[in-house]
């Protein structure tokens, strides 16, 4: 079972440090792992490193919406809202249909006849654009709702805040899951995959940029890894990699987006809702047990790593999607609470709401390639454009991109399985529930997570505080998905952080424990993990009661580094 497991990293630091790559990718966001994807089945030596775990940054605080962004059609944007929708289909259809779902919503309308025509308007295009690829776009068109239909769908909204609506799909994805996937995927077609692994500097021949200085953080260890191209996939973090390059293309701003966690049983309804706001939209999103409430759109300056959700944002949120709701949410009623930032490519306006959601492509020197922008939707589209900007650089005939073509590890053959859940459930008798829940996360690898409860059958209990994840998934994260620290179990291989009441505190060290055995803790280790999580969860709940983001980020950074 190599995958990202400890095997896997060694072998792969090994070879950055003794060969030369074609492309080192750095940043293991999505934007990043899809260029290690795109790069490693064209063929090219290809390695790609992460200061921390696998979608640590924007990548896992998502709306976890894959869409093709209905606001932008307003905004004229046909371009982005068509490559978007298209994006979509492949990814529900051919390329994660383990991972992708469809996602059913409401647009409402308040103005009968007016709004009804305009906003119809806008979804009969985006249901036209999403046929444009080629494929059918793997979700239905839009519809109609009376007010009648409207109260059988949703019957916790207020029953006169609306008039009707428009119910139209898009899709949602779990993104932490995704990018984790989508590296492993990159490290099956031979890319060298290191987390845990910051660059420090970048190394130059005269103008030319040819490799980078390393810091293994685990070992504490620096080295070199020498490269015929370098990518900087950073995210918000682009401006620290053109400082070292001494460039500046162009800007990136960070915009915090904040997003609230609610019980399913909160609100009743089998549909989405998105809002329009005086800023921009806000959604209500249907999560397995839970709701997601998102999201805000503020400037930030601060810590990128740690960006803090205040009582601010989350008062902000709760009285918008109280406006429509019958019974009101209240502080009480809220399970978890995560801020990501957006890496918004900067213009003249000073709203980051306004910011451009397209992506750049630039190579500021020879030998180095950023890009930036863009939305965790396109992710392979911008992959795709950043591999082309290699490959001139590498002045040498490169295929084309195949990655429209390519399933992510698990994919092949999910379909086959989801409809043999049952008898796969009474060969290992455990419910049939439970086998859904690991095909959905982890496709036809849902056999490899059940071979270890077949070998340890207590490793089919739930982990403490959790409805969903097994000890099992605990083990297999550290042994095949990359996971090095407790939190990158609890946070990002399962959503224990944000879905558990607790935050995933009681689990914290049943799960070390689990990892132990897989990355030879001992017992000072064990604890030393479970203290490290426990001061996290209590420094972000801390901090969600402070006003501003300054005093929210003070308390936030309280909580040690693993």
């Excluded at 072998?11 to 990043?32: K, T």
């Excluded at 990501?340 to 003249?348: K, Q």
């Excluded at 291989?493 to 009681?506: K, P």
């Amino acid at each position: 079972m190599g995958g990202l497991g400890p095997d896997g990293r060694a072998a792969a630091l090994a070879a950055l440090r003794e060969r030369e790559l074609d492309v080192l990718v750095i940043g293991g966001g999505i934007v990043g792992a899809g260029t290690a994807l795109d790069a490693a089945t064209r063929g090219l030596a290809t390695g790609i490193v992460e200061a921390r775990d696998w979608g640590a940054g924007t990548s896992s605080r998502s709306s976890k919406l894959v869409h093709g962004g209905i606001r932008y059609l307003e905004q004229l944007d046909f371009r982005l809202v068509r490559e978007a929708l298209i994006e979509r289909g492949l990814l529900l259809q051919r390329i994660a249909p383990h991972l992708v779902k469809p996602v059913k919503f409401l647009y409402p309308v308040r103005v009968p006849l007016i709004e009804r025509f305009y906003i119809g308007a806008g979804m009969t295009l985006y249901d036209l654009f999403s046929w444009t690829g080629g494929r059918p776009p793997g979700v239905p068109h839009h519809r109609h709702l009376t007010r009648r239909q409207l109260a059988k769908a949703a019957p916790d909204l207020a029953p006169d805040a609306f008039r009707g609506g428009l119910v139209y799909y898009d899709a949602q994805v779990d993104d932490a899951r995704y990018v984790a996937s989508l590296v492993r995927t990159a490290a099956e077609y031979g890319a060298h995959a290191a987390s845990r692994v910051r660059v420090e500097g970048l190394i130059r021949e005269g103008a030319r940029v040819v490799g980078v200085e390393a810091l293994d953080r685990e070992s504490g260890e620096t080295f070199t890894i020498r490269a015929r191209q370098v990518v900087s996939a950073t995210g918000v973090w682009t401006d620290e990699i053109q400082g070292m390059a001494g460039v500046r293309p162009f800007r990136v701003r960070a915009s915090k987006g904040v997003h609230l966690v609610v019980p399913r049983d909160r609100i009743r309804g089998t549909i989405g809702l998105l809002l329009r706001t005086e800023k921009s939209v806000l959604f209500l999103i249907p999560w397995g047990r839970h709701w997601l409430i998102g999201t805000t759109d503020t400037d930030w300056h601060l810590d990128l790593a740690h960006p803090a959700a205040t009582a601010a944002d989350i008062d902000y949120l709760l009285a918008h999607i109280n406006t429509v709701l019958a019974t009101p949410l209240t502080r009480d009623d809220v399970e978890g609470v995560y801020a990501g930032l957006r890496p918004l490519l900067a213009g003249e306006s000073e709203e980051t709401s306004k910011l451009s959601r397209e992506h750049i492509v630039a190579t500021p020197l020879p030998g180095l390639v950023v890009v930036a922008g863009g939305k965790f939707t396109t992710y392979r589209v911008m992959a795709k454009d950043t591999v082309d900007a290699v490959a001139r650089g590498l002045d040498r005939p490169t295929p084309v991109s195949v990655t429209e073509d390519i399933g992510l590890t698990g994919a092949e053959g999910y379909r086959a399985a989801w409809n043999r859940r049952g008898r796969i459930a009474r060969r290992h008798r455990i419910p049939v529930g439970a086998v859904g829940h690991l095909l959905n996360r982890y496709g036809t690898h849902a056999r490899e997570v059940l071979a270890l409860i077949r070998e340890r059958p207590e490793l089919a209990e739930l982990l403490p505080g959790s409805e969903d994840y097994l000890m099992a998934e605990v083990v297999y994260a550290a042994s095949a998905e990359g996971a090095l620290h407790l939190d990158d179990v609890l946070a990002r291989r399962t959503r224990m952080s944000i879905e558990a009441w607790d935050r995933g505190v009681s689990a914290a060290p049943v799960a070390a424990s689990l990892m132990a055995e897989v990355l030879g803790w001992d017992e000072a280790r064990i604890a030393h993990e479970t203290e490290r999580y426990t001061e996290r969860v209590a420094a972000e709940r801390a901090s969600q009661l402070e006003h501003d983001d300054a005093s929210a980020e003070r308390i936030r950074l309280k909580a040690r580094e693993v």
